[in-house]
């Protein structure tokens, strides 16, 4: 099973920024926080990854609370095209930890 | 500096045949990982593979289903005598490093989605 719980939906007006929300309160020490996203019909696109510090890059930020137990990836400026299925993965640990676990994810709308 | 790239996109089987998807990884990529998505489900993971090497293939059936990576080519999942329930989505993904010890993160090519009449 997931170690994540993350809303089912959410929507978002373009141009805004997006704040997807992921529960992981199980996380151990060494395990990494991971987002992916998927577009319809496509594989999934790696988007950013954290330890414990937040991180950022072109696509995205992560912010990851102090206890490591939620984090929060943000979509600065949300376009169209980042309506998608958004996972986060909780990865690390253990001698298996390139199995990824997927959940259920959360499907992002963004509206014009 | 294509990405992982997997084919055919598409492919239609009828129940018994034989089914073989493809998946190169990126350049220098030596890490390759399978798994099957059905409709509105995530991902699962069926094998990891190294060059010329099954390093785990816990989440793959035991019976019809074989991966390999050679040393020379793609990747190949083969499916034999396939049926109904082997329809879905199956994506490849890579990685530079060694899944276990890295954090690297994988990357996943578009994927071939099969259909079983």
Redesign the interface.
């Known amino acids: 099973d ?1 170690k994540t719980t993350q809303p089912p939906s959410m929507d978002c007006a373009e141009g805004r920024a997006a704040n997807l929300p992921c529960n992981h309160s199980t996380i151990s020490g060494n395990e ?1 926080v ?1 987002w ?1 996203r998927q577009i319809h ?6 988007i950013i ?1 954290g ?1 414990k510090n937040n991180e950022t890059n072109e696509m995205a930020s992560l912010i990851i609370t102090e206890d490591r137990k939620s984090s929060t990836l943000i979509l600065p400026h949300a376009t169209l095209r980042d309506t998608a299925v958004y ?1 986060c993965i909780v ?2 640990g253990s ?11 959360t499907k992002l709308i963004i509206k014009p | 500096n294509a990405g992982v790239m997997q084919n055919p996109r598409h492919l239609v089987r009828r129940r018994g045949q034989e089914a073989r998807l493809r998946c190169s990884p990126m350049k220098g990529h030596s890490h390759v990982y399978w798994y099957r998505q059905l409709p509105e489900e995530g991902l699962k993971f069926m094998v990891y593979l190294q060059k010329e090497n099954i390093i785990d293939e816990s989440g793959m059936p035991k019976e019809r289903f074989s991966a390999e990576f050679p040393k020379e080519g793609p990747s190949i999942l083969r499916i034999q005598q396939v049926v109904r329930g082997d329809s879905a989505a199956y994506f490849c993904a890579s990685s530079l490093l060694p899944g276990q010890t890295s954090n690297q993160p994988q990357h996943f090519g578009d994927g071939t989605r099969l259909s079983i009449l």
């Open positions: 997931a990494y991971y992916y019909s496509q594989g999934p696109q790696y990854h330890l996972y990865r690390g001698d298996s930890n390139y199995q990824l676990i997927w959940g259920a994810g």
